[in-house]
Nanobody, 114 residues
Framework: QVQLVESGGGLVQPGGSLRLSCAASGIIFRLFNMGWYRQAPGKGRELVALVTSDNSTNYADSVKGRFTISRDNAKNTVSLQMNSLKPEDTAVYYC????????WGQGTQVTVSS
């Protein structure tokens, strides 16, 4: 059974930082491209950052220079370090694993507000 469990969300003031983590089980983690997506109220789900199986990374333009994605194949985890957070970063953040098939976590809420 595949499980992706996100953690690390919460409430933070503008300009603050949060680190999201996703622990994967039930998959051969090193083979999967891992991504973080987000969905704000009333909007569609969008890709935030991606790290491929060969450790290449890709970011949405809106988070470049502020967010960093990383993976640890020994621990089957993927993390998203989010710095200089803005109110428009407020959303539910989802972990995604993709290799032929795709899997989603349950999501974690990130709220950026003063």
């Amino acid at each position: 059974q595949v499980q992706l469990v996100e953690s690390g969300g919460g409430l933070v003031q503008p300009g603050g930082s949060l680190r999201l983590s996703c622990a994967a089980s039930g998959i051969i983690f090193r083979l999967f491209n891992m991504g973080w997506y987000r969905q704000a109220p009333g909007k569609g789900r969008e890709l935030v950052a991606l790290v491929t199986s060969d450790n290449s990374t890709n970011y949405a333009d809106s988070v470049k220079g502020r967010f960093t994605i990383s993976r640890d194949n020994a621990k089957n985890t993927v993390s998203l370090q989010m710095n200089s957070l803005k109110p428009e970063d407020t959303a539910v953040y989802y972990c995604n694993a993709r290799w032929f098939m795709g899997y989603w976590g349950q999501g974690t809420q990130v709220t950026v507000s003063s």
